[in-house]
C-alpha cells in the first residue's frame, strides 16, 4: 500500500506570511497532484506535477516534485483569507488504473 | 454542463437499513470512483469504474457494492448500514488520472 503523508496537519498565520506544506512517501509516483477544498464542497485540482525536479507556479503558489518523485511540497507567499482551504496531495503510480493515492490533508487557516 | 452530480447530499440512516448514492457525469468520462472521506484520513477509495459494465475494488470496498450500467452513472449502494460508515461520500470522474472531477459530497449519518 502506499502512503502519502502530509504535515502540517493544521496551519494558522496571519495575513501576509509565507508557509510551506509538505507531502512525503516511500513510494516513487510517476505523477502527483494538489487539491483545494473548500467546506462542504468536493476538492478541486490545482496542478500536476509529472517530472522529477519540476516547480510550477500559480500565482501566489508554487509546487515543487522531489528529483526522486517522492516527495513535494507546496508553497504560499503572501497568504491571503482566500487561501483558507484542505489542501490534499495525490499521487499516482505507474500500473495503477488511473487510481489516486491521497495525503490526510493539511487544513490551513489564514487570519486577517 | 453541470460536472458531477450526487443525489442526495444528506442522508440519516439507522443501523441496518439500506440506501443507495446516485452519481452523475455529464463530461463523458470513462473513469469514475467513490471515496470517503473521515477526518484526519483524507480521500480513500471505495470502488471504481474504468468503463460502463465495469466495476473494481479499491482501498475499502467491505460493506458498499457498486454499479455503472450507464456510462454517466455511478451508483453505491450500502445493503446493511453500520455507525462505521458515517462519512461524507464524494464521487469523482475522470479522462485520465491527472485530473479527477470531484461531486459536491454526500454526509452520511449512521445511527
Known amino acids: 500500500t502506499q502512503l502519502l503523508e502530509q504535515s502540517p496537519q493544521f496551519l494558522s498565520i496571519q495575513e501576509g506570511e509565507n508557509l510551506t506544506v509538505y507531502c512525503n512517501s516511500s513510494?516513487?509516483?510517476?505523477?502527483l497532484q494538489w487539491y483545494r477544498q473548500e467546506p462542504g464542497e468536493g476538492p478541486v485540482l490545482l496542478v500536476t506535477?509529472?517530472?522529477?525536479?519540476e516547480v510550477k507556479k500559480l500565482k501566489r503558489l508554487t509546487f515543487q516534485f522531489g528529483d526522486a518523485r517522492k516527495d513535494s511540497s507546496l508553497h504560499i507567499t503572501a497568504a491571503q483569507p482566500g487561501d483558507t482551504g484542505l489542501y490534499l496531495c495525490?499521487?499516482?503510480?505507474?500500473?495503477?488504473?488511473?487510481?489516486?493515492?491521497f495525503g490526510s490533508g493539511t487544513q490551513l487557516t489564514v487570519l486577517p | 454542463n453541470a460536472g458531477v452530480t450526487q443525489t442526495p447530499k444528506f442522508r440519516v440512516l439507522k443501523t441496518g437499513q439500506s440506501m443507495t448514492l446516485l452519481c452523475a457525469q455529464d463530461?463523458?468520462?470513462?473513469?469514475m470512483y467513490w471515496y470517503r472521506q473521515d477526518p484526519g484520513m483524507g480521500l480513500r477509495l471505495i470502488h471504481y469504474?474504468?468503463?460502463?459494465?465495469?466495476?473494481a475494488k479499491g482501498e475499502v470496498p467491505d460493506g458498499y457494492n457498486v454499479s455503472r450500467l450507464k456510462k454517466q452513472n455511478f451508483l453505491l449502494g450500502l445493503e446493511s448500514a453500520a455507525p462505521s460508515q458515517t462519512s461524507v461520500y464524494f464521487c469523482?470522474?475522470?479522462?485520465?488520472?491527472?485530473?479527477?472531477?470531484f461531486g459536491p459530497g454526500t454526509r452520511l449519518l449512521v445511527l
Open positions: 469523482a470522474s475522470s479522462y485520465s488520472a491527472e485530473t479527477q472531477y
Open positions: 513510494s516513487v509516483f510517476s505523477s
Open positions: 506535477v509529472v517530472t522529477g525536479g
Open positions: 495525490a499521487g499516482s503510480a505507474r500500473g495503477s488504473a488511473r487510481q489516486l493515492t
Open positions: 463530461m463523458n468520462h470513462e473513469y
Open positions: 469504474s474504468v468503463g460502463e459494465g465495469t466495476t
